[in-house]
Protein backbone atom coordinates (compact mmCIF):
# COMPACT_ATOMS: atom_id res chain seq x y z
CA UNK A 1 0.00 0.00 0.00
CA UNK A 2 1.14 3.85 -1.08
CA UNK A 3 0.91 6.09 1.09
CA UNK A 4 -0.23 9.68 -0.34
CA UNK A 5 1.64 12.34 0.57
CA UNK A 6 1.49 16.14 0.23
CA UNK A 7 4.11 18.29 0.21
CA UNK A 8 4.47 22.35 0.23
CA UNK A 9 7.11 24.88 -1.38
CA UNK A 10 6.28 26.50 1.95
CA UNK A 11 7.45 24.48 4.35
CA UNK A 12 11.11 22.40 4.94
CA UNK A 13 11.60 19.04 5.47
CA UNK A 14 14.83 18.62 7.37
CA UNK A 15 15.15 14.85 7.31
CA UNK A 16 13.62 11.79 5.21
CA UNK A 17 9.38 12.47 5.83
CA UNK A 18 6.61 13.63 4.02
CA UNK A 19 4.99 17.52 4.72
CA UNK A 20 1.82 15.65 5.38
CA UNK A 21 0.46 11.69 4.62
CA UNK A 22 -3.77 10.84 4.35
CA UNK A 23 -4.94 8.01 5.83
CA UNK A 24 -8.54 7.67 5.25
CA UNK A 25 -10.13 11.04 6.30
CA UNK A 26 -7.43 12.28 8.71
CA UNK A 27 -4.34 14.27 7.25
CA UNK A 28 -0.98 14.04 9.56
CA UNK A 29 1.06 17.06 9.17
CA UNK A 30 4.62 16.42 10.63
CA UNK A 31 6.22 19.12 12.76
CA UNK A 32 7.25 22.27 11.00
CA UNK A 33 10.06 24.69 13.02
CA UNK A 34 10.36 27.67 12.27
CA UNK A 35 12.90 27.48 9.18
CA UNK A 36 12.33 30.27 6.56
CA UNK A 37 11.32 28.26 3.02
CA UNK A 38 13.14 31.08 1.24
CA UNK A 39 16.21 30.89 2.98
CA UNK A 40 16.45 27.40 4.40
CA UNK A 41 17.52 28.52 7.41
CA UNK A 42 16.29 28.73 11.12
CA UNK A 43 14.06 32.02 11.48
CA UNK A 44 15.73 34.15 14.21
CA UNK A 45 13.83 36.09 16.84
CA UNK A 46 11.80 35.47 20.13
CA UNK A 47 9.20 33.10 20.29
CA UNK A 48 6.32 35.05 18.51
CA UNK A 49 8.20 35.18 15.22
CA UNK A 50 9.17 31.35 15.80
CA UNK A 51 5.55 30.87 16.37
CA UNK A 52 4.42 32.38 14.00
CA UNK A 53 6.68 30.64 11.40
CA UNK A 54 5.98 27.57 12.43
CA UNK A 55 1.66 28.33 11.58
CA UNK A 56 3.13 30.37 8.37
CA UNK A 57 4.96 26.65 7.63
CA UNK A 58 2.05 24.23 8.53
CA UNK A 59 -0.55 26.31 6.77
CA UNK A 60 1.29 25.88 3.42
CA UNK A 61 1.37 22.39 3.97
CA UNK A 62 -2.92 22.33 4.56
CA UNK A 63 -3.37 24.33 1.60
CA UNK A 64 -1.28 22.00 -0.41
CA UNK A 65 -3.48 19.27 1.03
CA UNK A 66 -6.50 20.90 0.01
CA UNK A 67 -7.60 22.05 3.47
CA UNK A 68 -7.84 25.18 6.09
CA UNK A 69 -7.25 25.70 9.46
CA UNK A 70 -10.93 25.13 9.69
CA UNK A 71 -10.07 21.18 9.56
CA UNK A 72 -7.68 21.11 12.03
CA UNK A 73 -8.80 19.10 14.57
CA UNK A 74 -5.48 18.38 17.15
CA UNK A 75 -2.55 20.52 17.45
CA UNK A 76 0.87 19.38 19.14
CA UNK A 77 3.05 21.94 20.12
CA UNK A 78 6.79 21.08 21.49
CA UNK A 79 8.80 24.21 23.75
CA UNK A 80 12.33 24.18 24.60
CA UNK A 81 11.56 26.94 27.44
CA UNK A 82 8.00 26.43 28.86
CA UNK A 83 8.44 30.47 30.12
CA UNK A 84 7.97 31.07 26.50
CA UNK A 85 3.89 29.40 26.47
CA UNK A 86 2.30 32.22 27.23
CA UNK A 87 3.70 34.11 24.28
CA UNK A 88 3.19 31.04 21.89
CA UNK A 89 -0.66 30.94 23.17
CA UNK A 90 -1.29 34.29 21.76
CA UNK A 91 -0.33 34.13 19.11
CA UNK A 92 -1.99 29.88 18.38
CA UNK A 93 -5.37 32.02 19.65
CA UNK A 94 -5.10 34.36 16.76
CA UNK A 95 -4.57 31.44 14.53
CA UNK A 96 -7.72 29.66 15.04
CA UNK A 97 -11.35 30.50 15.48
CA UNK A 98 -13.69 29.04 18.22
CA UNK A 99 -14.12 26.13 18.73
CA UNK A 100 -10.14 25.84 18.99
CA UNK A 101 -8.85 22.32 18.22
CA UNK A 102 -7.00 19.88 21.42
CA UNK A 103 -3.89 20.83 21.57
CA UNK A 104 -1.10 19.21 24.11
CA UNK A 105 1.72 21.41 24.55
CA UNK A 106 4.88 19.68 26.17
CA UNK A 107 8.12 20.96 26.84
CA UNK A 108 11.15 19.30 25.90
CA UNK A 109 15.51 19.76 26.08
CA UNK A 110 15.91 20.67 22.64
CA UNK A 111 14.72 20.88 18.72
CA UNK A 112 16.62 20.16 15.33
CA UNK A 113 18.87 23.17 14.21
CA UNK A 114 18.32 24.67 17.51
CA UNK A 115 14.51 25.69 17.09
CA UNK A 116 12.55 27.19 20.71
CA UNK A 117 9.12 25.55 19.21
CA UNK A 118 8.05 22.78 16.89
CA UNK A 119 4.27 22.55 16.15
CA UNK A 120 2.88 19.16 14.33
CA UNK A 121 -1.15 18.94 13.30
CA UNK A 122 -3.74 16.93 12.54
CA UNK A 123 -6.23 17.23 10.40
CA UNK A 124 -9.97 15.97 9.04
CA UNK A 125 -11.22 16.27 5.59
Given at each position: ?????????????????????????????????????????????????????????????????????????????????????????????????????????IGVASLPMGARIEIEM????
Open positions: MTRKCFNAEGAVAVGPYSHAVEAGDLIFLSGQTPIDSQTQKLLKGDIVDQTEQCFKNLFNVLQASGLTPDNVKKVNVFLTNMDDFAKMNEVYASQFSAPYPARTTIAKR
